[in-house]
């Protein structure tokens, strides 16, 4: 029983994280535009596009992490 609540705790702080680092990327850290910053990116300042990518890394980083987790521990339900 306390595996299952240990296990379920690691999962939603990753799914947490993950979510966090989106708004960050997506939300705040952005220029003077709404939506997505595909032109902007080339007069945004370096300090807020290298704030936006090291948020990216560890987004990307957080969805392998929890893909790799539940790789393991679901390991014998996937086969």
């Given at each position: 029983m306390l595996r299952h609540i240990v296990n379920r705790i690691i999962?939603?702080?990753f799914i947490l994280?993950?979510?966090y680092w989106?708004?960050?990327i997506f939300f705040v850290l952005k220029g003077n535009k709404k939506g997505p910053a595909f032109a902007e990116?080339?007069?945004m300042?370096?300090?807020l596009f290298t704030k936006r990518r090291l948020f990216a890394i560890e987004?990307?980083?957080a969805i392998s992490g929890l893909c790799i987790y539940l790789a393991i521990?679901?390991?014998d339900?996937?086969?």
């Amino acid at each position: 029983m306390l595996r299952h609540i240990v296990n379920r705790i690691i999962i939603i702080n990753f799914i947490l994280w993950i979510g966090y680092w989106a708004y960050q990327i997506f939300f705040v850290l952005k220029g003077n535009k709404k939506g997505p910053a595909f032109a902007e990116t080339n007069t945004m300042p370096h300090e807020l596009f290298t704030k936006r990518r090291l948020f990216a890394i560890e987004t990307r980083v957080a969805i392998s992490g929890l893909c790799i987790y539940l790789a393991i521990v679901y390991w014998d339900k996937l086969i």
